[in-house]
């Protein structure tokens, strides 16, 4: 089992930055790929980015591209994510989840922390 929390939500305005932490705990932290996905009120959830174990290979959605940065640091059992530059439509509670395969889909993600809501201001 792993447990992960995530934190660093809040209210921002557009074009604002915010910096959001999950920490695990439970199994080896680094055994794990891990993402980040959002899901918006009325909408399914959908993939922001995943990190591999190591944190060497990153993948983004189209829609974060640039504006978003994933990053992990096995030694805290941490992964980020960093968002700059946000816009209304990044408006979501988003998720961190953990896999021991490398994808985008979220059935696929074994572990889900309990979300941080980010809320952008126009």
């Known amino acids: 089992q792993v447990q992960l929390v995530e934190s660093g939500g809040g209210l921002v305005q557009t074009g604002g930055s915010l910096r959001l932490s999950c920490v695990a705990s439970g199994r080896t932290f680094s055994s794990y790929a891990m993402g980040w996905f959002r899901q918006a009120p009325g909408k399914e959830r959908e993939f922001v980015a995943r990190?591999?174990?190591?944190?060497?290979?990153?993948y983004y959605a189209d829609s974060v591209k640039g504006r978003f940065t994933i990053s992990r640091d096995n030694a805290k059992n941490t992964v980020y994510l960093q968002i700059n530059s946000l816009k209304p439509e990044d408006t979501a509670v988003y998720y961190c989840?953990?896999?021991?395969?490398?994808?985008?889909?979220?059935?696929?993600?074994?572990?889900w922390g309990q979300g941080t809501q980010v809320t952008v201001s126009s």
């Open positions: 990190i591999s174990r190591g944190g060497v290979s990153v």
């Open positions: 989840a953990a896999t021991e395969r490398w994808s985008t889909s979220p059935t696929t993600y074994d572990y």
